[in-house]
């Protein structure tokens, strides 16, 4: 029994043959361990160990596939995960505070920062011409927003 798998880390390293993972199902979390991935069509199909008859399968349709943050590989000089955005403070490169990363979410294409303030929500569009710095240490990231960006989201 293999499911087709739609994969939000560009690394394939994270499918290593082995690696536990945690399933979340309705039932709560289940651990499970991969047996392999393979690329099909341009699809990625992935095979769990013990999950072998169709209806064991079938279970995992719509489940989400996690891995803890401290087993992922190091993402490499100068990258990062967006999930590593969260908590992080957002000014402009004029120095204006927007607010804090509360969410990245997945608008199906372009990741969507959601920046929350007192005052204001803001979503900005992980897109290099909106970044120009991003300091994970300082847990700060510098944004360059078009004018009509911050009044659309009002």
Not at 91 to 104: C, S
Request: proline fraction near 3%.
């Amino acid at each position: 029994g293999e499911v087709r798998v739609k994969i939000l880390l560009e690394d394939d390293r994270v499918f290593n043959p082995g690696r536990r993972v945690l399933m979340r199902t309705s039932g709560g979390l289940r651990e499970a361990e991969i047996e392999f991935l393979r690329k099909q069509h341009g699809r990625c199909i992935l095979k769990l160990r013990g999950f072998d008859t169709l209806s064991e399968v079938e279970n995992c349709v719509g489940t989400e596939i996690q891995i803890p943050a401290s087993e992922l590989p190091e993402a490499g000089e100068g990258r990062f995960y967006t999930f590593q955005l969260k908590g992080c403070q957002v000014f402009t490169a004029g120095g204006d505070y927007l607010g804090r990363v509360t969410e990245v979410l997945d608008s199906g294409g372009t990741e969507i920062l959601k920046v929350d303030s007192d005052e204001e929500e803001t979503l900005i569009p992980f897109a290099q011409s909106y970044m120009k710095k991003i300091d994970l240490d300082e847990r700060r990231i510098e944004v360059e927003l078009p004018d009509g960006l911050r009044g659309l989201n009002k």
